[in-house]
């Protein structure tokens, strides 16, 4: 058996490190191209093993596809040290920690299978970064109950108790959502309202969660038993999150000097470590405060309300992909029409 196998991975180890070829954006359809990219374009309607094999090869894709992949392998890793750890086993919140890197590495999963198939067709296009807005509002999810059970005001902790969960699963469908209308309304090149769906929607929820903590520097400045700089592990996670935010919308620096960033240095790439970078301080914030400060909300997370809000939010999300099946098949002849006009 041996002998047999042998050759069939050499062969495929042949495969992906054979250099596969990439083409300029001239050369590819309006749907894959980005502002300020002129090269570096994978073709597309390739087999499935090219677009895999891919992540090997060098093309304008390749560092968003290795930077949520490493972040993945991070993600777990640093989960994996703070459940054995640092969480003491006589505490639930070592589940908030859970949920929340479950959440995580959701996101970072599908973002890298988005980046790696995306090319492959019209139809996988859509599907694929419909799918990745469904990550995204995992994060966001995920991050609301970390926060909400690790970090919270403790006079706010008590009133919104019993409301926290199911609102932010609607916040974390409306994002989703939003971002997939936006993705179907508008055609490249996407005008800068397209960004703002994106942004207002997921952003409306990160400042609300924001806000349970934003509350505590008020107190740190009017108290002598709290210091600003005993905050500073949620400034990173804020200031982190705003840089995040810039690169995202902006498509800086490629817009600026076209053709001088195709591989390296994009501002969606940028974007992508940031995320990374923004969810191993978020990681750190939570612990810190189950040191520090949760204590003060004497309340143990619902764990049974955590797993049925996560359930809840997949199976809306799962649904309203099914509903918005037939627009994402009129938008894609649209798009394959040449001779069609964006509305």
Same mark, same amino acid.
């Given at each position: 058996m041996g002998p047999c196998i042998l050759p069939g991975a050499v062969h495929w180890i042949v495969r992906c490190f054979r250099v596969q070829q990439t083409i300029s954006a001239d050369d590819t359809h309006l749907l894959f191209r980005e502002p300020g990219v002129l090269t570096g374009f994978r073709p597309e309607n390739k087999s499935w093993t090219h677009y895999l094999f891919?992540?090997?090869?060098v093309h304008n894709e390749s560092?968003? @596809?290795w930077s949520h992949?490493?972040?993945?392998?991070? @993600?777990?890793c640093t989960l994996y040290r703070y459940l054995t750890i640092h969480i003491s086993a006589d505490s639930s919140h070592w589940f908030v920690i859970f949920a929340f890197g479950i959440c995580c590495l959701i996101y970072t999963a599908i973002s890298t299978f988005a980046h790696t198939f995306h090319s492959k067709s019209a139809f996988m296009h859509y599907t694929c970064f419909q799918f990745d807005y469904l990550g995204i509002g995992y994060f966001s999810l995920g991050f609301a109950i970390v926060t909400f059970y690790c970090s919270c005001h403790h006079h706010y902790f008590p009133m919104l108790e019993y409301y926290f969960l199911p609102i932010n699963v609607l916040l974390s469908w409306i994002g989703f959502m939003c971002s997939s209308v936006a993705k179907?309304?508008?055609c490249r090149p996407y005008p800068f309202q397209r960004k703002l769906w994106n942004i207002c929607s997921f952003g409306s929820q990160a400042a609300s969660v924001f806000g349970l903590v934003i509350v505590r520097y008020w107190d740190c400045w009017l108290n002598d038993a709290c210091t600003m700089s005993s905050l500073n592990h949620h400034t990173r996670v804020f200031m982190v999150s705003t840089i995040s935010v810039f690169f995202f919308s902006s498509h800086?620096?490629?817009?600026?000097?076209?053709?001088?960033f195709d591989i390296v240095g994009q501002g969606h790439q940028v974007f992508h470590v940031l995320c990374v970078v923004g969810t191993l301080l978020e990681f750190w914030a939570a612990y810190t405060d189950l040191e520090t400060y949760s204590s003060k909300l004497k309340v143990e997370p619902d764990t049974s309300g955590i797993v049925t809000a996560m359930v809840t939010y997949g199976v809306l999300s799962l649904i309203t992909?099914? @509903?918005?099946?037939?627009f994402t098949?009129?938008? @894609?002849?649209?798009?394959m029409n040449v001779s069609s006009k964006c509305q």
């Open positions: 891919s992540v090997c090869q560092v968003n @596809i992949l490493v972040g993945f392998g991070l @993600i777990f179907l309304r508008y800086l620096p490629e817009r600026v000097f076209p053709g001088k992909l099914v @509903i918005l099946s037939p098949k009129r938008r @894609i002849q649209q798009d």
